[in-house]
């Protein structure tokens, strides 16, 4: 199994829906991150996590929220999808303040 | 803010060519990472670079550090087709208050041809 594992891999979405993107990991990490990548870009922080009790808004958090609910699942949520919101999601995990962070594989998500 | 810059953005090349991507920063960071991104998946670490001057290899692929800190290179020798993807490079925020999170270039998509 991934280390950080995603899902759903793809989702095609109507405007106005609610939807939620999971992630768990089996690193044991306590930092957990959601970045979205469009082309051109790159990548932009949504939100992170360094343990249970502690979310912070990364660069572009409007539109988005997201639940710790255990040290190992992230989840992020569109409380009301919009069109410009299609793009790859990712999460990832870091060990600490200095250390690398490994990925998930991505959500496309698609707002129509 | 500390910002990375990489470039070239795009790079297409012939099988058994070098080629050279550059990360650079008015900036120091502690250390510099480099991450490679295929199609379809997210990045992949590749290595760390921690000391001024510090050159690191890995099989075909030699990294750099700028003795300075602030800028990075990654240097492709006799490039194959599996090379091909999006290279990023990363540092850990450094400043006052600054909760370590990394911050990433835009990158530099290498496309590999036969």
């Known amino acids: 199994d991934a280390d950080v594992t995603q899902t759903p891999r793809n989702r095609i979405t109507k405007t106005g829906k609610r939807i939620m993107l999971e992630c768990s990991q089996t690193?044991?990490?306590?930092?957990m991150y959601w970045y979205r990548q469009d082309p051109g870009l790159g990548l932009r922080l949504i939100y992170y996590?360094?343990?249970?009790?502690?979310?912070n808004k990364g660069e572009i958090s409007d539109g988005y929220s997201v639940s710790r609910q255990a040290q190992a699942k992230f989840s992020l949520s569109l409380e009301s999808a919009i069109p410009n919101q299609t793009a790859l999601y990712f999460c990832?995990?870091?060990?600490?303040?200095?250390?690398?962070?490994?990925f998930g594989s991505g959500t496309r998500l698609t707002v129509v | 803010t500390q910002l990375l810059e990489q470039s070239p953005q795009f790079l297409s090349i012939q099988e058994g060519e070098n080629l050279t991507v550059y990360c650079n920063s008015s900036?120091?960071?502690?250390?510099l990472q480099w991450y490679r991104q295929e199609p379809g998946e997210g990045p992949v670490l590749l290595v760390t670079?921690?000391?001024?001057?510090e050159v690191k290899k890995l099989k075909r692929l030699t990294f750099q550090f700028g003795d300075a800190r602030k800028d990075s290179s990654l240097h492709i020798t006799a490039a194959q087709p599996g090379d091909t993807g999006l290279y990023l490079c990363?540092?850990?925020?450094?400043?006052?208050?600054?909760?370590?999170?990394?911050?990433f270039g835009k990158g530099t998509k290498l496309s590999v041809k036969p």
């Open positions: 990832a995990t870091s060990q600490g303040k200095t250390y690398g962070y490994t």
């Open positions: 690193k044991g990490h306590d930092r």
């Open positions: 996590s360094f343990d249970v009790k502690d979310i």
């Open positions: 900036s120091v960071f502690s250390s």
């Open positions: 670079v921690v000391t001024g001057g």
């Open positions: 990363a540092g850990h925020e450094n400043y006052g208050g600054s909760q370590g999170n990394l911050i």
